[in-house]
C-alpha cells in the first residue's frame, strides 16, 4: 500500500489543521489505516487508528482534540486536529494494516507508513 500524506504545514496555538492520506495500491488489503507522530528527541508514538469497521482509538494526549475518519470511496484517511499546542509539534505519519493471502495460502500481515507531513504549532 502506497500512502502519500498532505495538510501540514504552520498554525497558531489554538488553531486547527487538517490532515489527509491518500491510499493506493493494494487497498482492498487494509485492516486499518492510522497516524503517528515523532516529535524532535521523541520516540514516535500513534496519535490515532480506525479499522475497517470505523473502530477508532486515540492516544490520550489528543483525545477530544483530534478526531479521525477515513472515507472508503476515496481510500483516504483524515486527522481533523483542533486546538493544537505547541507539544503537538511533530512530523507526523499516515499508515496502513494490511492483511493478505499469498500464492501459499499463508496470511501476510504489515504495516505500511507514508513519508511524514510536518506539523509546526507556534506560540
Known amino acids: 500500500v502506497q500512502l502519500v500524506e498532505s495538510g501540514g504545514g504552520l498554525v497558531q496555538v489554538g488553531g486547527s489543521l487538517r490532515l489527509s492520506c491518500a491510499a493506493s495500491g493494494s487497498v482492498s488489503s487494509i485492516t486499518a489505516m492510522g497516524w503517528h507522530r515523532q516529535a524532535p528527541g521523541k520516540e514516535r508514538e500513534l496519535v490515532a487508528s480506525i479499522t475497517i469497521g470505523g473502530t477508532t482509538k486515540y492516544a490520550e494526549s489528543v483525545k477530544g482534540r483530534v478526531t479521525i475518519s477515513r472515507d472508503s470511496t476515496k481510500n483516504t484517511a483524515y486527522l481533523q486536529m483542533n486546538s493544537l499546542k505547541s507539544e503537538d509539534t511533530a512530523v507526523y505519519y499516515c499508515?496502513?494494516?494490511?492483511?493478505?493471502?499469498?500464492?501459499?495460502?499463508?496470511?501476510?500481515?504489515?504495516?505500511?507508513w507514508g513519508q511524514g507531513t510536518q506539523v509546526t504549532v507556534s506560540s
Open positions: 499508515t496502513a494494516d494490511y492483511a493478505s493471502l499469498n500464492l501459499e495460502g499463508a496470511w501476510e500481515v504489515g504495516r505500511d
